[in-house]
């Protein structure tokens, strides 16, 4: 199995920063990675597919990046609709998430 | 527009069963692979079962024997049978749908999510 591991767990910025989130897989997935924002009592959200593409409808200053086994989700400016947790998920063989990074209010 | 709903949780004791129905509206759902992941009290999400358009189907080891994923295209609805139930199933319970075309397999659209609670 494909395990995913993200880092930080927790991650404590201020509306305007920049903010980057990074995931690890265990072996290479190509570019079969999506990132998801969660809030509490909410369903998860698809931001980013295939690495590196952004969902119709999700802000520009969500970025992500990355190949084969190293990933990054970027927040150019945080807004304070992005405090949120996000999970990245693999889709290269079956599905896995990560365990989740939670960005909180400095 | 795309829309699952959810229903059928609630309380149930260890060993009995239950069944989950995600009904969706808003597409052709017969063209659509499905799947179930559920998320723990406090916990993060995990990926419980998948059913593909032609009614494959494929499980997690956690939920392997237990659990069994079907459709009903008639009714644009999709199930989860929970047998065996367990403390350690008891999560929210989310029915997603798995984007199409090239892009990959990612789940583009899921429900509100359902509340099930395994206890005595």
């Known amino acids: 199995d494909i395990q995913m591991t993200q880092s930080p767990s927790t991650l404590s910025a201020s509306v305007g920063d920049r903010v980057t989130i990074t995931c690890r897989a265990s072996q290479s997935i190509s570019s079969w990675l999506a990132w998801y924002q969660q809030k509490p009592g909410k369903a998860p959200k698809v931001m980013i597919y295939?690495?590196?593409s952004l969902e119709s409808g999700v802000p520009s200053r969500f970025s992500g990046s990355g190949s084969g086994t190293e990933f990054t989700l970027t927040i150019s400016s945080l807004q304070p609709d992005d405090f949120a947790t996000y999970y990245c998920q693999q889709y290269h063989s079956s599905w896995t998430f990560g365990q989740g990074t939670k960005v909180e209010i400095k | 527009q795309v829309q699952l709903v959810e229903s059928g949780g609630g309380v149930v004791q260890p060993g009995r069963s239950l069944r989950l129905s995600c009904a969706a509206s808003g597409f052709t759902f017969s063209s659509y692979g499905m799947q179930w992941v559920r998320q723990g009290p406090g916990k993060g999400l995990e990926w419980v079962a998948v059913i593909w358009y032609d009614g494959g189907n494929y499980y997690a080891d956690s939920v392997k024997g237990r659990f069994t994923i079907s459709r009903d295209n008639s009714r644009n609805t999709l199930y989860l049978q929970m047998n065996s139930l367990r403390a350690e199933d008891t999560a929210v319970y989310y029915c997603a749908r798995i984007s199409g075309g090239d892009s990959g397999s990612y789940f583009d659209y899921w429900g509100r999510g359902n509340l099930v609670t395994v206890s005595s």
């Open positions: 295939k690495a590196s």
